[in-house]
């Protein structure tokens, strides 16, 4: 079975402009959750995805926003870019997430944001 | 809010080791605790992930135990070898795939 995929692996922005990153979760995945990971503030979560619906949201602005189609494939988007949105973005599919604490989450390679 | 702390922040033992990493949190309001690991510039692989209802796990080298009511994890890692070099990270589960997670500690084995 094909792990998560995410696209781009690298991207290079410069401030003010927006980005979209793409994730793709293991076949049969409906829940897809995203992380910011910088060296200053380690690893944060940005929101969860469950059957197109944001189930669950962090602690992050609003130029930070998401989606996800009815194949669970997700897309989060950066608008209005600033320095400090450099960082690793991860995401993570699971079966069904939810709070039942039985399932892992399995995590993409990530993209690697630099703006400049 | 909250916080997940791990201890040390790094270690470097010499192949052959037996090790342990230390997690703590603050709220014992978790339905689970995971063990990741990191290699530099990749994605985080699950390790280990014990319920809140459960005391431990093992997967092959590997021992997790969980103390919720003292807010502790412990990830015990027996022989180590120089292919176990990596960051650890521990995180809590505390709503619907919402996992906060500690800063990491990195492991260097020495051949």
């Known amino acids: 079975k094909a792990g998560v995929t995410q696209t781009p692996r690298y991207l290079i922005k410069t401030r003010g402009q927006q980005v979209t990153l793409s994730c793709s979760p293991i076949s049969g995945h409906r829940s897809v959750s995203w992380y910011q990971q910088t060296p200053g503030q380690g690893l944060q979560f940005l929101f969860e995805?469950?059957?197109?619906?944001?189930?669950n949201k962090g602690n992050f602005p609003g130029r930070f926003s998401g989606r996800q189609f009815s194949n669970s494939r997700s897309e989060m988007n950066v608008s209005t870019l600033e320095l400090g949105d450099s960082a690793l973005y991860l995401c993570?599919?699971?079966?069904?997430?939810?709070?039942?604490?039985?399932?892992?989450?399995?995590f993409g390679p990530g993209t690697r944001l630099l703006v400049l | 809010k909250q916080e997940v702390t791990q201890i040390p922040a790094a270690l470097s033992v010499p192949e052959g080791e037996n090790l342990v990493l230390n997690c703590s949190f603050t709220d014992s309001a978790i339905y689970n605790l995971q063990w990741f690991r990191q290699d530099p510039g990749k994605g985080l692989t699950s390790l280990l992930l014990?319920?809140?209802?459960?005391r431990e796990q093992t997967s092959g080298r590997l021992n997790a135990s969980l103390d919720k009511s003292s807010g502790r994890s412990t990830l015990y890692i027996a022989a180590s070898q120089p292919g176990d070099s990596a960051t650890y990270l521990c995180a809590v589960q505390t709503g619907a795939n919402n996992l906060f997670f500690g800063t990491g500690t990195r492991l260097t084995v020495i051949p």
């Open positions: 993570a599919s699971s079966l069904a997430g939810g709070t039942g604490g039985r399932e892992t989450q399995y």
């Open positions: 995805y469950f059957s197109e619906t944001q189930r």
């Open positions: 014990i319920q809140s209802s459960q």
